[in-house]
T-cell receptor
Framework: AQSVTQPDIHITVSEGASLELRCNYSYGATPYLFWYVQSPGQGLQLLLKYFSGDTLVQGIKGFEAEFKRSQSSFNLRKPSVHWSDAAEYFCAVGRGGANNLFFGTGTRLTVIP | DAGVIQSPRHEVTEMGQEVTLRCKPISGHDYLFWYRQTMMRGLELLIYFNNNVPIDDSGMPEDRFSAKMPNASFSTLKIQPSEPRDSAVYFC??????????????FGPGTRLTVL
């Protein structure tokens, strides 16, 4: 069965600093991987997704993620964090042939001035 | 497009009352999902539909929960009777599976339910 682990519950970074949010998945075949962001009081918005091909995926708002099969990871990165990036970030995995997703428990990002 | 629409945005009710949450998916989407989000359990998939047919309801917590999708543009999630432990934010999402490709789910703003 597929599953997703986000080891960090809460991360605090300074504005302008770089960011990396960790995501590890468990799935036997090639996974479909997603990162979503949830701002306070809002629904989830897709940041980026990986299906196949180039393992470095670019998303919206300056985010990128790298798929590493050997490490079963799909970490989210941003070179310079802005105060508006403060939110909750969810990694999710899907499987081919089905359209449902399994979400991680989320990582809350706090950005300090 | 207006995106996924959910109503009400907030609902406060008393234990034992019936609660109905509503969702209008994005026009043309053929999948609809209901999620529940709590601090303790995170984001849980309750049920999802494909072309108005329930595909997987294994996440529905118990018989007090029911969901329907009478047509492509409307779905309801009903809790009867409601209990305090049902307090959560309920999200509806929709997506379009085209050409065998896995497409993103678009989420509504959620309904915050409080059961007193």
């Amino acid at each position: 069965a597929q599953s997703v682990t986000q080891p960090d519950i809460h991360i605090t970074v300074s504005e302008g600093a770089s960011l990396e949010l960790r995501c590890n998945y468990s799935y036997g075949a090639t996974p479909y991987l997603f990162w979503y962001v949830q701002s306070p009081g809002q629904g989830l918005q897709l940041l980026l997704k990986y299906f196949s091909g180039d393992t470095l995926v670019q998303g919206i708002k300056g985010f990128e993620a790298e798929f590493k099969r050997s490490q079963s990871s799909f970490n989210l990165r941003k070179p310079s964090v802005h105060w508006s990036d403060a939110a909750e970030y969810f990694c999710a995995v899907g499987r081919g042939g089905a359209n449902n997703l399994f979400f991680g428990t989320g990582t809350r990002l706090t950005v300090i001035p | 497009d207006a995106g996924v629409i959910q109503s009400p945005r907030h609902e406060v009710t008393e234990m034992g009352q019936e609660v109905t949450l509503r969702c209008k998916p994005i026009s043309g989407h053929d999948y609809l999902f209901w999620y529940r989000q709590t601090m303790m359990r995170g984001l849980e998939l309750l049920i999802y539909f494909n072309n108005n047919v329930p595909i997987d309801d294994s996440g529905m917590p118990e018989d007090r929960f029911s969901a329907k999708m009478p047509n492509a543009s409307f779905s309801t999630l009903k809790i009867q009777p409601s209990e305090p432990r049902d307090s959560a934010v309920y999200f509806c999402a929709s997506s379009l599976l085209s050409g065998g490709a896995y497409n993103e789910q678009f989420f509504g703003p959620g309904t915050r339910l409080t059961v007193l």
